[in-house]
């Protein structure tokens, strides 16, 4: 079957890979009819080192089940399924706690033997990882239910840890998919104020539709200075951080109130960072967020999707075959296209 | 007056320096009849540079108000009052939030010109910051009454702001008089299982009758086991670190569970710490703490110390006159006093 692999930084190829089999009872194996590319897949197109056997990318998708495993009961041949981008049985003592991405049996499709760039996708945990959408749903809702692999619920992630709710003031840190993901989340938890930290005028055209109320193009000190200006002097009660550099992190201490939060889900690019009395202690800021866990949000947003109320899917502004995946690489790079939805 | 500055690390000296005075109207002055040594006095005490003037201590105190500014209604003169550690007007946008700490028109005692280890206190902000204790308080409640000033709220602090609840396990990283504070309030908050970070028997037997369940003695990669092991490999709900140096930080986030909460009020003794995904981010951890929001608190445990339900004054194992403070900084530093209480 033909597989996405990155070579190198900025070396994306589709190529023939063995097609996927059941290696444990609890897998399934899917046939990927949407998947697209990420954000966070720009930090290895940015960063790989030369990896002569190729990483396996990708890690949103919707497929038709195609096969299951013995052990695998809630999802059947022929079922149209959601995959979230990390795989986990939804029992244990973390999923339970709705701390699905740290599962005991969990993990990422990111860089794994598996992924979801690609016509086949194994599936561990199946029962616990794939979410059934019902049959005869409308073709054309499709790339909407995409974004709760990942993306939309991502932003609903950010926001749900953050304690977005009504009479909360929200800054959104990025104007990728994940940041104006958080904004349309926001609004649905009763947000009012909504300031979007962005420069990339057709995305925050979007942004605005989904429920920023103001736009702040600046950034550094000069978009610390417009957002206490509209905030009267005070900051931001919660900072939605999706981007992951060190920059918007500097920038989201700078904008929080006093005893505000910090709710970041854009994979930090960085491991040490300020936290000290000058930026989140003095304040009582509290810094939140990480791998978004979608597996405990799927069940809420399906029916949202299916009825119209959020339409997530406008993220997508292009589409391609998966044979031209690495032109989708190179639009969304280049901040050409904000997502690629791929057509395996 | 007599009161304490500090001329360099390890010197503490009792001087005389002019009595204060009402600088602003809405300023009291008290006559400082309980004070204490702060754990936190021992930073400086540890790394002050040569100070020539001096460097004035203490922001913990009870005492009767002597004077008071013309727009002081709340207060009168021969109220007995708690001081807290950080002014404030209590009226604030940040104030009616409950971040005290960072009132508008606040300030902290520690290095100002007015400071608690002395005979009378500047109190600015008096009628936002002082708090009346009822007339014909029995004195022997004072040593309790007097942690309302910092000590037992700061470690209350760090367990509201945990989310120390009925069902959660809470793991204390020190044994000082904050962190068996933590414990305590950590009590009151309903946890059961409540593990001690400690090696000092005195202090931890101490822990034990404040409401720790498990002591673990040993530290770093050993106590992260040691936890891990007690919380059948899970890690604990909430960390309360109540140190402020980096291997406390370390070890809160080797041993906070997935989902999990880091509480700081220890004051950070570093700027920059790990926060990425192998921190916190990875497992979806949450950092927050600060300076304790005191004021926020004190009407509430008031009435728990008036009527016995929590005694938190038996962190206090010595007393001294004003004019022997400089042994009991040392009695703290050497750990042969865990909290000395000062009679000015």
Redesign the interface.
Known sequence: MRATLMYNAGDVRVVDVPEPSIQNPTDAIIRVTYACVCGSDLHPYHSLEETPDGRRMGHEAIGVVEQIGDDVARIAVGDTVIVPFAWCDNTC??CR???T??CVHGGFFDGASSATQAEKLLVPQADGTAVVIPAGTDEALMPSLLTLSDVYLTGYHAAH?GGVEAGKTVVVIGDGAVGLSAILASRQLGAEMIILMGRHKARTDLGREFGATHVVAERGDAGIQKVLEFTGG?GAHVVLEAVGHMPAYEQAYGIV???GTIS?VG??Q??????????????????????A?IRAYIEAALPQVLDGTIAPGKVFDRELPLSQIAEAYRLMDSREALKVLIRP
Chains 1, 2 share one sequence.
């Open positions: 003592v973390y706690d709705g701390v991405t740290s840890k005070e109130r006093p005893g970041r994979v930090p960085y491991e040490n960072a300020p936290v000290g009395f000058a930026s989140l202690f003095g304040k009582n800021a509290t810094l939140t967020g990480g791998p866990t």
